[in-house]
C-alpha cells in the first residue's frame, strides 16, 4: 500500500479515490473519516503510526470470516 511503502504520491491518488467513492455513495462517513485519519498521518509523516492503523483498520473488516 502506499503508506506500508511511505509512497507519498500514491498516498494523494488513494487519498483523491478514498474522496471519489465518499461523494459517489460507496464509503460511508465513519469510514471515510478513518481512512482519512490514516491518511492525514502519514501526510504528517507518521508513517509508521498510519501503517499500524492501517492494518487495525483492515483487521477490523476482513473479506473472509
Do not use: C
Not at 503508506?3 to 469510514?31: P, Y
Not at 482519512?36 to 503510526?49: L, P, V, Y
Request: glycine share 4%.
Amino acid at each position: 500500500t502506499a503508506v506500508s511503502l511511505k509512497n507519498a504520491k500514491e498516498l494523494e491518488k488513494d487519498a483523491k479515490l478514498i474522496d471519489e467513492r465518499h461523494t459517489a455513495g460507496q464509503i460511508s462517513d465513519a469510514t471515510h473519516r478513518e481512512l482519512k485519519e490514516i491518511i492525514d498521518k502519514a501526510r504528517a509523516g507518521a508513517w509508521d503510526e498510519a501503517e499500524r492503523m492501517a492494518y487495525a483498520f483492515r483487521e477490523a473488516r476482513p473479506f473472509f470470516k
